[in-house]
């Protein structure tokens, strides 16, 4: 999604005549923004009545929510340390998601990304330089997450195996064999979870800023930062980037065009993976310094709805994490007056709304398009008859 | 232990499998992806609690968990059918919304974070055979039919050829004057009531509502779809050669032969196997996921 020059006018605008043809199909903003402001309208209505179910004052419960999280430097730290991990699983998702492929499996892949990252964290000896260490770390985490998703990439790009199912039945399996290496061979005695690194650490956002005190806020979101910066120059400015669109656009028209459309699902699995293992650098190294069972917790998937808020962009998705992670930690915020599910019900109220309204709202933009095109021939066609138009065709 | 035993448990297992897979089979022939049924049969689980403490009856119960189920399904249908939203995604964003819904509902309702009160079950609380009196549940015969019976449907039945139809190629099924979107809905309807019920029975068979309950088993019960390669007898097959594995390892599980997490395994491995097609190919309907 190049910023077309071409931007999408209002829909009153597009009643009206304009000089230039409208675009009839394409990634405007307009299209990609609307039905997110939609969908977080239906959220918060739904929010409304679920807070007078429960006999409280939906302005009460909203204005907590907003304080527990951005009123303070605790809140806002913990926000960022969310959005963090959700970042990564968000851009997981959104760029197999721009190669046409569904990795559901985000949430395995970041366990397991974790977990590497841990046991070679906790096998590096102590006196290795921190930088080397994380290095390491990272890799590993990269590693871990790409192997997980290599497997439903080779299954699809070999068989046609429908990479949705494979990822969320190698969730199980993943989760059981992590599950079964901490509880069976190596973790603390008493606990789940793996002896800590001696290496890799990455430093609390609390050393530099004293009032991030006690927030799990860590340096990692450098990290996930970089990776939305980065992800979004490899899809919009390279070779491969654009090979990736291309098979999730039209794989028929793009095997034509030379592409290998099964070495391209199995790259962008493979990277989609490395990404959501990558999250797990979050926990892991900046904020318990070990790898902990069930350290995901729900991460992987809530990556879907931050890709899908995100509308598959890098950009897009540092916000939409910025907002689930609002939510989740709102909901700890809110849990006095109303049980903390209210923001889990908004979740995925905000997920269903936002995959409902983005095709009702684009259908109803192209066909107020069209309408306009057809207006525009029209026009045209009667300016061509008394005289030249001065309009130029960017065509 | 005597093989009496082991098949009589195994089947108690089976149950909850047994219906959801009916529901995934239903949903998947007519082309709409079965993500949902962990969600589903989460939703039914809660209903039936619901119903059975307020009604007093296990019966209501049921009652609730088809309410229940059916209004999460209406949910389903009205964004994958309405608004032709990805299967996928309306799939998960309805397990998460269940498993938030039932939670919140638990403590509005129940004022409790983690389980309803003792709800009324179905009979066989005295009886000397806690394994036979299970068997007096009415939905244990359900979940042993439904299959078998909706095979039946599909494949005897006008309803069954027409359902195929629109789940291997609408298009053809439009040029006969079949109403695509009409019969979608009842199919999702119809499989959404029978993963509610598969839910209903855990929560009945239990005597109460706990968080998370369905602990996956909408997500076996779709791994047993697709192993069973969408044909109801095979499926069947596949529902009790899981909850066989599953048997197996409560009855073993003092002589730690295999880990119990690599038993857990089972139904995902050998579905991801059966997609990959090393023995014999597990073929999707060929409409399933498209919505025009």
Same mark, same amino acid.
């Given at each position: 999604m190049s910023e077309p020059n071409t931007q999408m006018k209002s829909t009153g605008e597009l009643l009206t005549v304009p000089a230039v043809p409208p675009r009839v199909a394409g990634n405007t903003l307009l299209e990609n923004t609307l039905p997110i402001i939609v969908a977080l309208a239906i959220a918060a209505v739904v929010g409304d009545l679920l807070i007078l179910t429960f006999g409280e004052s939906p302005a009460t419960v909203y204005r907590l929510l907003v304080e527990g999280t951005w009123g303070n430097a605790y809140g806002i730290g913990q926000v960022l340390y969310k959005a963090t991990t959700l970042t990564f699983t968000g851009l997981a998702f959104a760029l197999a998601g721009r190669a &046409? !492929?569904?990795?559901? /499996?985000a949430e395995s892949q970041l366990a397991m990304g974790g977990f590497v990252a841990g046991v070679v964290g906790m096998l590096?000896?102590? &006196? +290795?330089?921190g930088a080397l260490g994380l290095l390491l770390c990272l890799v590993a985490a990269a590693a871990g997450g790409a192997t997980v998703a290599a497997v439903p990439g080779a299954l699809r790009a070999r068989f046609g195996a429908s990479e949705v199912i494979v990822t969320i039945m190698l969730n199980f399996v993943v989760l059981a064999l992590l599950n079964w290496l901490v509880s069976a061979k190596i973790h603390v005695p008493e606990t789940l979870h793996t002896p800590p690194i001696n290496s890799g650490g990455v430093p609390r956002l609390s050393d530099l800023f004293a009032a991030f005190h006690g927030s799990a806020a860590n340096w990692t979101i450098i990290i996930a930062i970089t990776a939305a910066l980065v992800s979004w120059w490899y899809l919009f400015r390279t070779r491969g980037g654009y090979e990736l669109r291309a098979v999730g656009l039209q794989p028929d028209a793009a095997e034509y065009g030379g592409i290998s459309v099964p070495r391209v699902i199995w790259v962008s699995m493979c990277m989609s993976g490395a990404l959501a293992g990558l999250g797990g650098l979050n926990f892991v !190294? /900046?904020?318990?310094g070990y790898y902990e069972e069930g350290f995901a917790g729900g991460a992987g998937f809530l990556g879907i709805a931050v890709a899908l808020v995100g509308r598959n962009h890098p950009f897009g998705i540092l916000f939409a994490a910025l907002l689930f992670a609002t939510l989740s930690q709102g909901g700890l915020a809110v849990n006095a007056l109303v049980p903390k599910q209210l923001t889990d019900i908004l979740t995925a109220v905000v997920i269903l709304a936002v995959a409902t309204a983005v095709p009702e709202v684009q259908r109803q933009l192209r066909a107020a398009a069209a309408n306009a095109l057809a207006a525009f021939t029209r026009a045209s066609a009667q300016r061509l008859a008394t005289q030249r138009p001065s309009t130029k065709d960017d065509a | 232990m005597s093989a009496i035993a082991f098949l009589l448990q195994t089947i108690r297992i089976a149950i909850p499998y047994l219906l959801a897979a009916a529901g995934g089979v239903m949903s998947e022939r007519v &082309? %709409? %992806?079965? !993500?949902g049924l962990e969600g589903l049969m989460l939703s039914g689980a809660f209903g039936a609690a619901m119903g059975s403490y307020y009604g007093g009856s296990p019966w209501i119960g049921l009652l609730g968990a088809l309410a229940a189920g059916l209004v999460m399904t209406g949910v389903l249908a009205i964004a994958t059918l309405r608004f032709k939203a990805n299967q996928v995604v309306v799939g998960v964003a309805l397990n998460l919304l269940v498993v938030a819904v039932t939670r919140f509902f638990l403590r509005l309702v129940?004022? $409790?974070? $983690?389980n309803s009160p003792r709800v009324p079950g179905f009979g /066989?609380? &005295? +009886?000397?055979n806690a394994m036979l009196a299970s068997f007096a549940n009415p939905v244990v015969w359900i979940g042993l039919v439904a299959l078998p019976a909706l095979g039946w449907l599909l494949y005897q039945t006008p309803f069954g050829l027409r359902a195929r139809a629109v789940g291997e190629k609408p298009e053809a099924a439009v040029t006969l004057g079949i109403n695509v979107g009409a019969l979608r809905l009842k199919g999702l309807l119809l499989g959404g009531a029978l993963a509610s019920l598969g839910g209903a029975y855990l929560a009945l068979d239990q005597h109460q509502f706990t968080d998370g309950m369905t602990a996956g088993r909408g997500f076996i019960a779709l791994a047993a779809v697709i192993f069973g390669r969408w044909e109801p007898m095979r499926v069947a097959v596949a529902c009790l050669l899981f909850a066989g594995a599953e048997t197996l390892q409560i009855q073993l599980q003092g002589a730690q032969l295999v880990p119990s997490q690599f038993v857990e395994m089972i139904p995902y491995v050998l579905t991801i196997v059966a997609l990959a097609g090393v023995v014999g190919r597990s073929v999707a309907p060929a409409a399933l996921g498209k919505t025009e």
């Open positions: &046409g !492929l569904f990795n559901v /499996g590096l000896p102590a &006196g +290795t330089p !190294l /900046g904020y318990k | &082309g %709409i %992806i079965a !993500l129940f004022d $409790s974070a $983690s /066989g609380e &005295g +009886t000397a």
